[in-house]
Antibody, heavy 121, light 107 residues
Framework: EVQLVESGGGLGKPGESLRVSCAAS????????MSWVRQAPGKGQEWVGR??????????DLAAPVKGRFTISRDDSQNTLYLQMNSLKTEDTAVYYC????????????WGQGTLVTVSS | DIQMTQSPSSLSASVGDRVTITCRASQSISSYLNWYQQKPGKAPELLIY???SLQSGVPSRFSGSGSGTDFTLTISSLQPEDFASYFCQQSYSTPHAFGQGTKLEIK
């Protein structure tokens, strides 16, 4: 059974950094392309970015609002995906979900339960 | 970047009704269109991928159609568990934008 468990959310101040993690199990993580999606309170889903598998170059694409501030990385030895968030802004407040991304179709077929990140002074 | 416009933003319907939600892309995305359902406090779940392919385990009352720029999600006969929010998403090119969502409520 595919399981994705996010952790590391919490409260941060504007300008600070936070890292959220996503522990994966039930599938071959090293072969998977992974994505981050966020949902601000009362809002819709916003694509944050995705990272390819190592065999496909492990390159990451990020959405414009977070480019230059957020980094996506992966540790295949630990079956864990990371989202490093620097220079946090109040508008980064959201539930952050990790999801498996189908390599060719791009759809997000399995999602974690999400972790809340709150940015407030 | 490709923009996704979803309508309506909210919809009231009754059990047994047929419901259609539409999603329009700002440029052609071929069939790279996906639909998700989200219930309050839960993560989204994939319903339809590649415009019309039903995800495993999803009831057959859900169907998707369209290609290019215009897409629809249809629920043929609403069941009580279908009252939720629905989002479309394009996966043709990054950033893989979502539509604004449709909240389906009980009439």
């Amino acid at each position: 059974e595919v399981q994705l468990v996010e952790s590391g959310g919490g409260l941060g101040k504007p300008g600070e950094s936070l890292r959220v993690s996503c522990a994966a199990s039930g599938f071959t993580f090293s072969n998977a392309w992974m994505s981050w999606v966020r949902q601000a309170p009362g809002k819709g889903q916003e694509w944050v970015g995705r990272i390819k598998s190592k065999t496909d170059g492990a390159t990451a694409d990020l959405a414009a609002p977070v480019k230059g501030r957020f980094t996506i990385s992966r540790d295949d030895s630990q079956n864990t995906l990371y989202l490093q968030m620097n220079s946090l802004k109040t508008e980064d407040t959201a539930v952050y979900y990790c999801a498996t991304r189908h390599r060719y179709g791009g759809y997000l077929d399995y999602w974690g339960q999400g972790t809340l990140v709150t940015v407030s002074s | 970047d490709i923009q996704m416009t979803q309508s309506p933003s909210s919809l009231s319907a009754s059990v047994g009704d047929r419901v259609t939600i539409t999603c329009r892309a700002s440029q052609s995305i071929s069939s790279y269109l996906n639909w998700y359902q989200q219930k309050p406090g839960k993560a989204p779940e994939l319903l339809i991928y590649a415009a019309s392919s039903l995800q495993s385990g999803v009831p057959s009352r859900f169907s998707g159609s369209g290609s290019g720029t215009d897409f629809t999600l249809t629920i043929s006969s609403l069941q009580p568990e279908d009252f939720a929010s629905y989002f479309c998403q394009q996966s043709y090119s990054t950033p893989h934008a979502f539509g604004q969502g449709t909240k389906l409520e009980i009439k």
